[in-house]
């Protein structure tokens, strides 16, 4: 008995040191890039470029000032800021993208889960398959398309494109989610005298509103942090804020404060949808992967 | 009410066939009972009368009115499932009150609550209205369901297997409730079950499914004491029927039934030899006798057989006693109150008045009406 309690007692205490300050190095390290570009769209000029960087520093908010004042001059060194433009340019795309996805997958996903076809586990599939093309592959046949039938820089085109971010997403989570349901309650409200039209949408559609809350929010994350589609695809009309970020690096210099001060406003939407749907995702996640 | 007709219905499902040309007609306000092994096809055919699922050939009719191409929510019946399917998301007086608001029903609120409350109130779940489904055990949730059933006032009642995940003390309480609820006395009701209790208990008649096809169907008692074949004999019953290999034969002594295995005679009365004659019945056939009808004789010299006890469960109201006849174990329901030694030597008397007599290749009841 001796020897089991001094073994926990020493080696234990020293096995848990150990994996915290694994913790907290593995911690430091992924957090810290998020952690510096904040302070970095805090941070006057020159104070980003010191060396050895400075941790206490007095605080300004010009770079946050600078990009979103609407300032178009012609003269060099200024920066003609599009950047609020771009933030409502990637709201409106991705939310546009997201409900088009909603409003196709929903139903493709419960065709998919709950019926059973010729060639159904290859359109799944092959839905799937969207999320596996690199988009650096597909972007320049996308790009002489979209040229020839007029769609280069337009909403349409871009929210077209993002169904193949936003689309598999939403069919895949939902389809098992759908398959979840069971049958039988969409039984129970046919014999209550309810079509089945109704009975999709007063039974079957809130039972899978924790599935489309989280397939939503990770549709919305991968939409609105996609770059290589707003790249190309689009030019200053339609940028999202990816790409109007770039506009910070000018022929006179970095602009570094500005580039941090934009990241940390384009990441708050994000924040906020993902903090508020962490509960649901997890729980829609699970439920739809774990099959019963 | 109404009258419900199955004709001829095939049903494939994958290619294998699930109902292989049903037939049935039950009559009106009857309580009807479909008993069969899982997987013999019986929720699927409460299903095909519901219209949930689609058939191959064949005919469903209420009433004489043919119902295949009547969507299943404009058929008057009602279906408890039994998985229960009760809505996670309504309350139970959500659920029990949805069929009252579907499209095309005028009810006006408090009209539902009235009969929401009736209902609830019979079925004693009356104080669980605000609860979800999720926060109900099993008996509760069983009556929730029925009761979802019972305020559609359908014209059909289909019940699939509703006492089969209750919890065996609370199942006898809500079998004897089944028979007081006037309303599925009065109605057509169409219930489903591998519990032979129940069928024999609640059936005015019972069907008996097998692999999709109708054996048999009777009033509980000639299901019980005239099976048409061995499979019937043995499902209805417990501990089920015992069944014995023996040769008919007919010597100066008097007609006897040899038992081979078991090196012992019963000695045939001349109605059953003479029954048995009459149906050409082949001279090696199976006999089967029932538990409760073999008795015990403590001294062995007197009695037909001698055997020697093996395992003895006495179950309070009850006794099972296992029995060895040389190479033959039979089963006998005994007075619980006797007690048995392993490896006693006991006699037995069969009460030759209960035989049951079969055929051995086709196990068919050789002495039945139905042939």
Redesign the interface.
């Known amino acids: 008995m001796a020897t089991i309690e001094a073994q926990t007692g020493r080696n234990g205490f020293l096995h848990k040191l150990v994996v915290n300050v694994m913790l907290i190095i593995c911690f430091l390290f992924l957090l810290f890039p998020v952690f510096w570009v904040t302070t970095m769209a805090f941070k006057g000029h020159d104070d980003i470029l010191t060396w050895p960087p400075k941790f206490v520093f007095k605080p300004t908010l010009e770079n946050f000032h600078n990009i979103t004042t609407a300032v178009r001059t012609a003269t060099v060194g200024a920066v003609s800021t599009d950047f609020l433009k771009g933030f409502g340019n990637s709201l409106l795309v991705t939310t546009s993208a997201l409900l088009l996805s909603l409003i196709t997958g929903i139903p493709a996903a419960y065709a998919l889960g709950r019926y059973r076809f010729k060639g159904k586990n290859d359109i799944a599939f092959t839905f799937l398959t969207f999320r596996f093309a690199p988009e650096l592959l597909v972007i320049i046949p996308i790009y002489l398309i979209f040229q020839q039938i007029g769609l280069y820089d337009t909403y349409i085109g871009l929210v077209w494109v993002y169904q193949l971010i936003t689309m598999p997403m939403v069919i895949w989570i939902l389809m098992s989610y759908f398959e979840d349901v069971s049958v039988e309650l969409e039984q129970a409200s046919l014999v209550d005298g309810y079509p089945p039209l109704r009975t999709f949408w007063r039974i079957i559609l809130p039972l899978a509103k924790p599935g489309i809350a989280a397939a939503s929010l990770l549709a919305f994350i991968y939409a609105w942090n996609n770059f290589i589609f707003a790249l190309i695809l689009g030019s200053s009309k339609v940028q999202p804020v990816t790409v109007s970020a770039l506009k910070f690096i000018t022929a006179e210099k970095l602009r570094y404060g500005d580039i941090a001060a934009a990241c940390v406003l384009a990441a708050i939407p994000i924040l906020i949808l993902a903090i508020y749907a962490q509960r649901y995702m997890v729980r829609g996640l699970s439920l739809g992967a774990v099959k019963k | 009410m109404a009258v419900v007709a199955l004709r001829n219905i095939v049903k494939s499902y994958d290619g294998e066939k699930v109902l292989r040309d049903l037939s049935f007609q039950t009559s009106d306000g009857e309580f009807f009972v479909l008993l069969g092994p899982s997987g013999a096809g019986k929720t699927t055919t409460l299903?095909v009368i519901?219209?949930?699922e689609d058939i191959d050939s064949g005919e469903v009719l209420f009433d004489g009115k043919p119902m295949n191409t009547v969507?299943?929510?404009?058929r008057s019946?009602?279906?408890t499932?039994e998985?229960y399917?009760?809505?996670?998301?309504f309350t139970v007086f959500e659920n029990l009150a949805?069929?009252m608001r579907?499209?095309?029903?005028k009810h006006s609120e408090s009209e539902i609550r009235e009969r929401v409350a009736k209902v609830a109130k019979m079925l004693k779940i009356d104080h669980l209205l605000d609860r979800h489904p999720g926060e109900l055990s099993g008996g509760q949730k069983q009556r929730a369901s029925l009761g979802?059933t019972m305020v559609?006032e359908p014209s059909i009642y289909l019940l699939d297997e509703p006492l089969t995940h209750v919890d065996a003390k609370i199942r006898f309480e809500l079998r004897l409730q089944f028979h007081r609820l006037e309303e599925l006395q009065q109605s057509t009701t169409i219930y489903v079950t591998h519990d032979y209790v129940e069928a024999l208990s609640l059936g005015n008649r019972i069907a008996i499914l097998d692999n999709g096809e109708i054996i048999q169907i009777g009033k509980p008692k000639e299901i019980y004491h005239e099976p048409c074949n061995l499979f019937v004999a043995h499902l209805v019953g417990q501990p089920p029927i015992n069944v014995l290999d023996a040769i008919l034969e007919t010597d100066p002594q008097g007609p006897a039934l040899f038992i081979p295995k078991g090196g012992f005679r019963i000695s045939l009365s001349p109605k059953n030899h003479k029954s048995l004659e009459q149906v050409n019945a082949p001279s090696e056939l199976k006999i089967g006798i029932r538990p409760r009808d073999i008795e015990i004789l403590h001294g062995p010299d007197k009695a037909m057989v001698k055997a020697r006890s093996d395992v003895f469960e006495p179950f309070g109201s009850l006794g099972l006693l296992s029995v060895i006849v040389n190479d033959i174990y039979l089963e006998l329901l005994v007075d619980p109150d006797m007690s048995f030694e392993p490896d006693n030597p006991l006699g037995l008397n069969f009460r030759e008045d209960r035989l049951l007599f079969f055929d051995p290749e086709t196990e068919m009841n050789l002495l039945s009406n139905e042939g």
Do not use: D, E
């Not at chain 2, 969507?71 to 404009?74: E, I, L």
């Not at chain 2, 399917?85 to 998301?89: D, G, M, Q, S, T």
């Not at chain 2, 579907?102 to 029903?105: D, E």
């Open positions: 299903k519901a219209g949930l969507p299943t929510n404009q019946v009602g279906m499932f998985s399917a009760l809505y996670p998301h949805n069929s579907a499209p095309g029903k979802r559609r």
